[in-house]
């Protein structure tokens, strides 16, 4: 009988870096020579296609062996070594773009239906109705993005600060089942969340699914505790949190600091950090920038569908889109998804062999709440 996977703790991170990837020089250079092609080509990047990034198998095999390591026990990965700094901004989006086609389908990831975000600095605010994280300097809460893994590409380091906050699903999920047994099957009922503005003009402005998904599927966990937060504020209909879901809620976050399981990592310029969505929980501490522009922290955001995601829980379905496992499924849709991107998208899951259902607006969510009282 195999012994379930109940995730990883701060200690096993620290001591084993099999998550951490570096790049070979030769795959270094086959992403040198990709770039070089591309930028002779000078294709818009939604039009691209992985013949206009032609890599190399030993720059592939870094890609496929660094996702990988985010669909088993680690469920994260750090693959170090990308030649950030003779690159140009502009050269780092192209080769980042390009990068990502032979990882998945990118999906859109905001209001502006943008599908590759500039994390940085912006002036933005991060807790108003919705504020996003990305676009400030701010400490982010713990959070889960929409998609089956976000990809992270460092360009520019801050001047102090910007640490990345990981922590295991399946550890905490396993720990808070040894504090509150009790609790366990509230993580399975019904939450309401805010959109924060970003959802398809079809769709309602909040969603509801569970935090934990059934056990009949593999392990899935998802929670951003501030669109919960402005579900409760913003929309009247919503119904309230009931005391156990309160106390669940108040337990993740006691959890998410625990020492026990947080882990912190440092991003070093080059590094690309590949996260799973439904197995890893992530933040990030508040930085201080440095004066000089081309100096500032920057990475690139990807959101992406991945061929060697899991098959997700049924209810978890009219979030995603879809549940079957490597499907085309996530993001946010926003106000402006143009026929541009609907081509790429179906071009995209045709290459990498991924069935895709067309968008279906969902009917609002049922105002409903579900506290069933069940196990791990």
């Not at 192209?94 to 500039?118: E, F, H, M, P």
């Not at 047994?181 to 959802?199: K, N």
């Not at 997700?312 to 993001?331: E, F, T």
Request: with cysteine; aromatic share 10%; hydrophobic share 40%.
């Amino acid at each position: 009988m195999n012994t379930p996977d109940t995730g990883w703790r701060a200690d096993e991170a620290a001591a084993d870096t099999s998550w951490i990837h570096r790049l070979s020089p030769e795959a270094v250079a086959g992403f040198d020579a990709a770039l070089d092609h591309a930028r002779r080509a000078a294709k818009p990047l939604i039009e691209m296609t992985q013949d206009d990034f032609p890599l190399p198998q030993a720059s592939v095999d870094a890609l496929q062996a660094a996702l990988a390591r985010t669909q088993g026990h680690w469920g994260m990965c750090q693959l170090k070594g990308f030649p950030v700094d003779r690159w140009s901004e502009d050269d780092c989006r192209v080769a980042y773009w390009g990068l990502g086609l032979y990882l998945g389908v990118a999906r859109t990831q905001n209001k502006a239906s943008d599908i590759l975000n500039d994390v940085r600095d912006a002036g933005g605010s991060y807790k108003v109705t919705n504020g996003r994280g990305y676009n400030t300097n701010a400490q982010l809460d713990f959070h889960c993005d929409s998609c089956d893994v976000v990809a992270l590409l460092c360009r520019r380091t801050a001047k102090e600060g910007g640490a990345s906050k990981i922590v295991s699903s399946k550890a905490l999920v396993a720990e808070f089942a040894r504090r509150r047994p009790d609790l366990v099957g509230t993580l399975r009922g019904v939450f309401h969340y805010s959109y924060q503005g970003a959802q398809d003009p079809s769709q309602p402005p909040y969603y509801t699914i569970p935090l934990l998904g059934s056990a009949d599927v593999p392990f899935a966990f998802r929670i951003n505790r501030k669109n919960v937060n402005a579900a409760q504020r913003d929309f009247a209909e919503v119904p309230r949190l009931s005391t156990q879901q309160v106390e669940a809620l108040d337990l993740i976050d006691t959890l998410l600091e625990d020492p026990a399981l947080l882990f912190t990592m440092w991003f070093e310029k080059g590094d690309l950090q590949l996260l799973n969505n439904y197995t890893v929980v992530h933040s990030r501490t508040s930085f201080v920038d440095h004066e000089e522009a081309d100096q500032k922290r920057h990475l690139l955001r990807l959101w992406l569908s991945v061929p060697s995601a899991q098959q997700l829980p049924k209810n978890w379905a009219p979030y995603y889109g879809d549940d079957r496992a490597g499907s085309v499924r996530g993001g946010l849709r926003g106000s402006n998804r143009t026929q541009a991107f609907e081509d790429f998208e179906i071009r995209q899951a045709k290459r990498m062999n991924m069935p895709r259902k067309p968008f279906a607006a969902p009917e609002v969510p049922a105002a409903t709440t579900t506290t069933t009282a069940e196990t791990v």
